[in-house]
């Protein structure tokens, strides 16, 4: 009996760990430990029920047991269990399924147990108690019951030693109970009941029982190890789990803008940087081409050229593409991308980046633009400084050529011709040194309204009857600090732009306001500006001509009807006077030029008038020392002096004229190109400074590369001049006051 009740312990611990093995098992896997589940559970109350029956002898009676219904008694207990497991782990874990499952099981052990009472082969017959029989067959269903509903259980190993306790002990009741019910009637008619157990047969009540044992033993070292491979396999799962969350997490949640690519180029998972740059939602983008959002020639390149390669070498270098955001931008990008491959070497996908350099290369095209246009500003710079070195030859012989020609109409006609043409070439080295930021600008508080409203006739004749010109201007308005004649020559070429732009007539509106900026805008940096608007009703510009209005020698005007530098040079006076112009155009709409010059914070004076040519007042002749290295503007120089009258000494360098002076008699002034090799105008004035203070000077240039405030006790004199403005400067340098005018303009 102990070792009858044993085995059935044992089977149902068998039993539970098996049939939890089910659960946690993969398809493939869960038949079979549904299987040796059902072959612990029934092969073990059959063994229990077998070495049980072995247990008992009749007295004086021989047993045998018939061998085919033995193992249809074995057969019956496995089928059942292993039907009733298979129908609790396929039904849904619902208490009418337990109940269910729970008889069938019950049922077939009762029926087992009966089946392998039928197997007895004595010379006795059986009669059964049929109130123990149900009794038998309740505790086999309770016991079922009980056990499939541990099995449903995740349990400790403590928990499962006590319910295998419970159900052996049930199932060992239930035979008991079932033998209890069988009544022996031998050949003789007298009932014989079993009695007390004996000792026969115990050779194969003990290999039937150590078969079992070792069944069983094995089945639970099986389910041990399973679970141990399982617990194993579930924490590497769970790390790998955590893992692909940590990667998921860190790879949408990075400040990078990544990717990764199928096969086919087609993108599988993206981070949200990538999102917010493409303004895209997740949903619009994964499973879509990459090339998708790649301009054409991008994508043509994409598919060409970039992809073979990575495809075949397994990573590119950084490649430069074009790509199209949700809302129509168009973006400059780096793109960098890597294949990953699996342990057997098979492709998984393609690991990518953008970078976007699309404010890089803004930037690095706005510094080559810069570079450009200080290269041609140096470049005009110095064309205009020679420009005008000939120009002041030209103007100066021409002016005394014009003293000494015949009363002649048509020779004055002529000469009349040439010089209106040489003061046109002055004016357009003004531009070129306005362009190139290298103009002599003296800047002072100008009231802009005051300035503008003197301009309204000049104006209104140089656009025509068909362009109506309005002003509006505010009642209090602060002063500009701005070359007033500059200001005066910009509004000119703005408005002169603005008629081209209206061949059929139309309105030119000049406003002007006062503004604050708080931060850095527009490139100008913070702080009180003056804003000047001239705003035409004419055509406009399309964004290509916008981007190049300001560009030096630009022109949409036919050839001959302008040289392309009028909105360079006030691009250039705005910039030189710490402001900046700013254009808006739009097809059809007409354009807005809006210049910002920055406030002078002092009282307003008034603008630049200008005044009636008047005959020089002669002054005593005195000793002039000229200091040129050009030889004929150093002769057209001395020419203009010596028809003023005054005795002429000549130098061709600073260092010349620093040893005339020291062997020669001192002159009352030194008339001084700036640019001479070896020694600049404004070193050479330094030196006179500590050697000769009281000797008075002249400073002559046609390139404008010093600043007048630099030097404020030295005269000035700008190239190409005429004879009367170098008479005038002459007697403003030896003190002896201005021209006097014949009118002027009150």
Known sequence: ?????????????????????????????????LGAAAVAMGGGIWAMHFVAMLAFVMPGMTIRYDIGLTLLSLLMAIAATGIAFALRDARARSRGGLLVAGALMGAGIATMHYTGMAAMRMSAAVRYDPALVILSVAIAIGAATAALWLADRHSALRERIGAALLMGGAIAGMHYVGML????????AMASVISQPGVGRPGLALSVSAATFLILFLALVAAMFDRRFALMAEREANALRESEERFRTLYHGTPLPLHSLDAQGNLERVSDMWLQLMGYPAEEVIGRPFINFMTEASARQRVQQDWPELMEYGTISPREYRIVTKDGRFLDIVCTARVQYDEEGRFRHVLGGITDVTERKRAEEALRQAQKIEAIGQLTGGVAHDFNNLLAVITGNLELLQKRIPDDPRLARYLSSAIEGAHRGAALTQRLLAFARRQDLRPEPVDVPKLVRGMTDMLQRSLGPMIRVETHFPLRLPSARVDAHQLEMAVLNLAVNARDAMPDGGLLDITASEETLSARENGLPAGQYVKLTLADSGQGMDAETLARAVDPFFTTKGVGKGTGLGLSMVQGLAAQSGGRLLLKSKVGQGTVASLYLPVAGEAPALAAMPIEEGEIAPIEPRTILVVDDDPLVLGNTVALLEDLGHRIMTASSGAEALDRLTFDAVPDLVVTDQLMPGMTGLELINRLALERPDLPVLLVSGYADMAPASAPHVHFLSKPFTQRSLAKQVRLALGAGDVIPLRRRS
Request: charged content about 20%.
């Open 1 to 33: 009996m102990t070792i009858s009740l044993l085995i059935a312990v044992v089977a149902s611990l068998a039993a539970l760990d098996l049939a939890g093995r089910v659960r946690a098992a993969e398809d493939g896997v869960r038949n079979l430990w």
């Open 181 to 188: 019910a069988a009544t022996f009637e031998g050949e003789s």
